[in-house]
Structure formats: C-alpha cells, structure tokens
C-alpha cells in the first residue's frame, strides 16, 4: 500500500491556516479554533488543523474533544508522523484507554524506533497494564536514546525496586547522583535504597 501524504493545501486553506497562526500568536485560541473550524468543513482531513484543534483541546482539558480529532488524525493520515500517533498514545493514556494507548505507541514507534518520548509512553502503559517485564526493556531503549533524562531512569529505578531487583535500582541511583541529584535522593528515599 503506498504512503499517503497530505494533498498539497488550496490557497483558500493557506490562508485560513495563516489566519489562524495569527490568531494563536496573539493568544486567540478561540477565534483560532473557529478558523480551523471554518478549515475542517472545507477539507475535514486537514492535518495540520485536526492536530492543531487536538492540541488546543488538550491544553484546555477537553480531553475527549482532543481524542476525537487526533484519532480523525491518524485514521486520514495513518504514515504521516510518528509524532500523530504519540500525541493520541499520550491522551488515551492519560484517560485510562490503556489497550489503545498502547497500540498507538507501537504505531509511533513502527514510524520512528528513535521516539523517544513514545518509548516512555509505552513503558509508563505497560507497567499500567500490569506488565512490568515487558516495560523494563522498553524504559531501558528510552534511556539509551534520552540519556541525560531523568524520566526513563527513574521509571525504570522503580520498576526495579519492586520487581525486588534492588541491584538494578541502586546502578540507576548511583548513576542518576551525577547529573540528577535530586531525583537520585528522591528515588532513595522511595525505594529505601542508599543513595
């Protein structure tokens, strides 16, 4: 099956999309999303205004709104970004959708294995879903692409500890006291670990 990509964008929708920039520039969310509103019933698979809009409405809370657009997203568009498919992982994930949450990551991480970010989304879902040693090797591919980040250390530190592999957790601490002080000394006092 080929790739399929966005057609290329009328005028007419340049300009809206310009408009509504514009709009968002100046903190005019909501007339933005009444341009990209006026975008969608031209061209209802618009990319840039379903991920917009999706964005939007993740800021705002409506997190069900945001759901609807970035699904309409990557159903219009399934190879267009890995990027798509993570922002829907993350709101599924965050609205407890976890079986979804996770197909959505592994779809990212199909498009791109070096998301990073979709590496923790997988690996903080499948600890979610009960899963702890299929998460271990997930956290540790999102350290070893995200090095310097606390976040897939100290994920992987505690799944550690509580798999009763407190060898594990204490390299992680130790290693974490040289560049993230603070969470080695947090991820000590959770884990009862000498930092």
Not at 36 to 60: F, G, I, K, N, V
Not at 119 to 124: E, I, N, R, S, V
Request: charged letters at 25%; aromatic letters at 6%; one cysteine or more.
């Amino acid at each position: 099956m080929p790739v399929t990509r966005p057609p290329q964008t009328t005028p007419g929708q340049r300009r809206r999309k310009l408009q509504a920039m514009a709009w968002l520039a100046i903190g005019q969310q909501a007339r933005a999303m009444q341009v990209m509103a006026r975008m969608l019933a031209h061209a209802p698979t618009d990319a840039w205004a379903l991920a917009s809009r999706a964005h939007l409405h993740a800021e705002a809370g409506r997190r069900t709104l945001a759901i609807t657009d970035a699904q309409a997203l990557v159903q219009a568009w399934p190879d267009r970004r890995a990027a798509d498919w993570f922002n829907l992982g993350f709101l599924l994930e965050a609205d407890d959708q976890l079986t979804a949450a996770e197909a959505a990551f592994r779809r990212a991480l199909a498009l791109n294995d070096k998301l990073d970010r979709a590496w923790y989304g997988l690996g903080l879902t499948l600890i979610r879903l009960g899963r702890p040693d299929e998460a271990v090797p997930v956290l540790r591919r999102n350290t070893e692409l995200q090095p310097m980040s606390p976040h897939g250390w100290y994920q992987l530190a505690r799944l550690y500890a509580s798999c009763q592999r407190s060898d594990e957790a204490l390299k992680i601490i130790r290693h974490l006291r040289g560049f993230e002080p603070q969470v080695a000394a947090q991820l000590a006092r959770e884990t009862g670990l000498p930092a």
